[in-house]
């Protein structure tokens, strides 16, 4: 077993100034409650429970914030009731003993697998609020039982085919379900779904040159896609495009073209990526916006020192990641955020090359001041020749430069403590129902912490990475697409091919 | 129940219209255990739009179709050709969407559609819009979708006149809602009334930093701070107060994670620390041995490698930059 608490890896602090770090409550959570609390608050959790140092300046952390307090406010006051379960989960693995914590930080594979079997065949009738999303619904069953290694039936594999096929407009693209109008993100749902089945019928299923016409047919005179005939434009349809066009081979300069430049207007003064333009940073949307700039050859369009910056302090006391600063943590951004955060770890070059930039030399006056950097590749990109199912193959041979930049024992805390339920399938949160989506994303994110620290993408994560049994660990994606690594490679060959 | 009784294999109008039943195959995956009445509904649909009738029986069975999925966005698009071939009038149908929003503020589909109708009724209909986002956000003050079509409206059709007064409205109920920061920060950079980011940089300085002493583990203030000097650094390190305020928050509470790390960016930046700011860290260096030869840098980064142990990995290799760049 890997020692999680009381510091039992090397790299994990052995001891704590203070727990409130930075959400808003813990600050407020001790003076106007009165009693101190009852345990270590959550924000120990990574770290265990030892003993604080004697701050070292005249300034008192511990005296108490000025007498007169005031009222909390909404958000400090749901954080509080989020850290209060979270803290009561953590209290008793930390009093537990060793096997015990063994036991809760399993991962309970055979619950999942049979929580997201049974979906594929039966949904009730609340489900009909996705009845324009059954391409989602197939991914977010396949994927995950694909992340922990689950072979599908042939007859239920070729009934997915099938079904995916009667989803695809005969003009290209696949609707939320049959006779559906096309959908970018549905497409990119069905797409991932046939790649994870990855047979032969599975991937000649794809009618590849509508898909192009319908994905020109998306694009707006800006660059930038819109999901659907007449739909809105932000980066989820961007990234969807994007993706589904690398993965099968049929991104070129004419679906590239302007892309990258909508992108970088999205990235905010706070450095995560927003829906559109002005909006506001969203794990969502940051790793939908890095990943397809990565895809399009043009991460260095984005302030990345900035971005990695803002996603790590997304990472809160409760170990998991909230989606926007200030908000509740939450299982599904454990991918978006955690997946964001490690796709920067192959980006060393660019990163350093953007610090030299904005600290060594000051920026000449007069350059736009939004201090996204669009300076250097992009006009001389644009020649025909380039080939752009390649930036997604060499991205994943890349060694990662950097170890982790998040806290991956403590999402894989999160995830394994918090989200999973115990009749299968993971959730948002303590309190929250389970769902197909959150099940899809915490696996996922599971999958990027348990492989943030290895170097090279075939190689096996050391123990100290993977918390609880070894048996936890999951099969590793490429985090671009998000579809289990070796599946990815079986359609790369294949869509080469073509 | 109601619906039975009252839907569309019931209504006059439909007595020539022969449903059509979705065709997912022998053995179909994700089935989903429709209820008779949504079915009944998506039968008669499937059945007009497959026809392409653009006729008002077609509209109220959108409507119908909506109601029972808002999330539909095949039945959202059939809706706007049959609207525009009826020559509907659009004031009605913002009143229809704007029902259907108040129970389902989250829905992608129902905003893009009151994006649509926006667009079409005009800068008239400006300040009706922005009614609408306000009582949706007075509700829940971070729902994106509203905070994204307000700022739509804003851009397009105007209304700027009390934009800064609503963002210190809901800053005054809940400082620590990052949505009004944000909002607010569009404010200052674009509102054609307040002469941009440059005319507003002194008193949203003054105002932050106010914010920040009332409250320092409130991270949206201090991201919003460094968001005014955005890609002027030079500034952001010329500009006392921002020194200033880490100074003040750090004699207070030595490990504030938000002023060691603004502080950070500053030395980096080229901060030429004061005699103030040393003797401030002076203990902190000293706790420790390792840091006693480092630079102030390395010194505070170290600290928050101890302070802020989540971010452990983070600051660890953000020092190796910071070295880096010496060499
Ligand atoms: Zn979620």
């Known amino acids: 077993m890997v020692r999680l608490l009381g510091g039992g890896s090397a790299r994990r602090p052995q001891h704590t100034a203070r727990s409130r770090n930075r959400r808003p409550q813990q600050a407020r959570a001790q003076p106007s409650g009165g009693d101190p609390p009852p345990t270590p608050a959550p924000a120990a959790a990574p770290m265990a429970s030892s003993p604080q140092p004697a701050p070292p300046t005249g300034g008192d952390p511990a005296a108490p914030a000025d007498p007169e307090l005031p009222r909390l406010t909404v958000t400090q006051v749901e954080q509080m009731k989020v850290e209060a379960r979270v803290a009561d989960i953590y209290r008793v693995l930390f009093g537990a003993a060793s096997n015990t914590k063994s036991i809760m930080l399993e991962l309970w594979r055979d619950q999942h697998i049979e929580y997201l079997t049974h979906g594929l065949r039966h949904l009730g009738p609340a489900f009909h609020v996705l009845d324009a999303n059954r391409p989602w619904l197939c991914y977010w069953m396949v994927h995950p039982l694909a992340l922990l290694d689950e072979v599908l039936d042939d007859d239920l594999e070729d009934d997915i085919v099938d079904f995916l096929a009667r989803c695809q407009d005969k003009d290209g693209g696949y609707g939320g379900g049959p006779g559906q109008l096309p959908h970018l993100a549905t497409t990119y749902a069905a797409v991932n779904t046939l790649v994870t089945i990855g047979s032969e019928r599975a991937l000649s299923s794809i009618n590849r040159d509508n898909l192009y016409k319908f994905m020109l047919r998306m694009k707006d005179e800006s660059g930038a896609f819109r999901m659907h005939d007449g739909g809105e434009i932000d980066v989820r349809a961007s990234y969807t495009a994007i993706s589904v066009a690398s993965l099968v081979n049929i991104l070129d ?98 990163i350093d090359e953007q610090l030299k930039l904005s600290y060594s030399c000051k920026k000449p006056s007069g350059e736009d001041a939004c201090g996204t950097s669009s300076s250097g590749c992009t006009s001389e990109k644009s020649s025909s020749a380039v080939d752009y199912a390649k930036f ?36 948002d949160k303590p309190g929250k129902n389970r769902d197909h989506y959150h099940s899809c994303y915490c696996l996922s994110g599971l999958s990027v912490s348990q492989y943030s620290a290895t170097t090279d993408s075939d190689s096996c994560p050391l123990p100290q990475h993977v918390l609880g049994p070894y048996s936890n660990l999951l099969e590793p994606i490429h985090p671009l697409y998000n579809v289990v690594l070796d599946k990815y490679h079986t359609a790369y060959e294949f869509f080469s091919q073509e | 129940m109601e619906h039975a009784k009252s839907g569309p294999g019931s209504w006059p109008e439909m007595a020539d219209v022969v449903p059509v039943p979705q065709d997912d195959g022998p053995s179909p995956v994700v089935p989903i255990a429709y209820r008779d009445d949504f079915r009944e509904v998506m039968d008669y649909f499937r059945a007009l739009y497959l026809a392409g009738e653009r006729s008002p029986r077609a509209l109220r069975l959108t409507a119908e179709a909506i109601e029972v999925n808002p999330g539909n966005y095949t039945v959202w698009h059939f809706r706007r050709l049959i609207l525009e071939a009826l020559d509907y009038d659009l004031l009605q149908e913002m009143n229809f969407v704007e029902k259907i929003a108040e129970c389902n503020p989250k829905n992608y589909q129902i905003w893009h559609h009151k994006r649509w109708l926006a667009e079409k009724l005009g800068p008239d209909v400006a300040n009706k819009e922005h009614e609408f986002t306000m009582k949706i956000l007075a509700l829940d003050a971070k729902n994106y979708h509203a905070w994204s079509h307000r700022q739509w409206v804003l851009q397009t059709l105007g209304g700027w006149e009390s934009e800064l007064q609503y963002c210190n409205q809901l800053l005054e109920e809940d400082i620590f809602n990052n949505s009004a920061w944000n909002q607010r ?58 020194s200033d305020v880490c100074l003040k928050v750090l004699k207070n509470d030595w490990s504030c994670v938000f002023a060691l790390s603004l502080l950070l960016d500053l030395l980096r930046s080229g901060l030429q620390p004061s005699d103030e700011l040393k003797a401030t860290l002076e203990p902190i260096r000293n706790s420790n041995p390792e840091m006693a030869d480092a630079d102030l840098a390395t010194a505070v980064c170290c600290t928050l490698q101890k302070c802020d142990p989540l971010r452990v990995n983070y600051w660890s290799w953000y020092k190796t930059t910071l070295s880096s760049q010496i060499s």
């Open chain 1, 392 to 427: 997604g193959y060499d991205f994943i041979q890349r060694s990662n430069q950097v170890g982790p930049l998040f806290h991956n024992i403590a999402l894989q805390q999160y995830i394994l403590l918090c989200a999973q339920v115990l009749e299968g399938g993971l959730r």
């Open chain 2, 185 to 242: 920060y569009l404010v200052i950079t674009r509102s054609p009334l307040l002469g941009g980011l440059m005319a507003m940089r002194d008193s949203e300085v003054h105002y932050t930093i106010e914010a920040i002493l009332a409250n320092p583990q409130n991270e949206s203030p201090w991201r919003y701070l460094r968001g005014l000097y955005k890609g002027e650094n030079n500034l952001l390190v010329a500009d006392e107060r921002i």
């Open chain 1, 253 to 350: 300069v004419e679906l590239a073209k302007g892309v990258g430049d909508y992108i970088a207007r999205c990235q905010t003064y706070e450095g995560g990526i927003a829906g559109e333009p002005h909006a506001e940073a969203h794990g969502g949307y940051t790793f939908c916006g890095l990943a397809a700039l990565i895809l399009l050859n043009e991460a260095e369009k984005l302030d990345l020192p900035c971005l990695i910056d803002w996603v790590a302090f997304r990472q809160g006391v409760e170990c998991g990641f909230q989606g926007r600063t200030n908000k509740l943590v939450d299982g599904c951004y454990s991918f978006w955020q955690g997946a964001a955060i490690a796709l920067t770890q192959k980006l060393v070059m660019i």
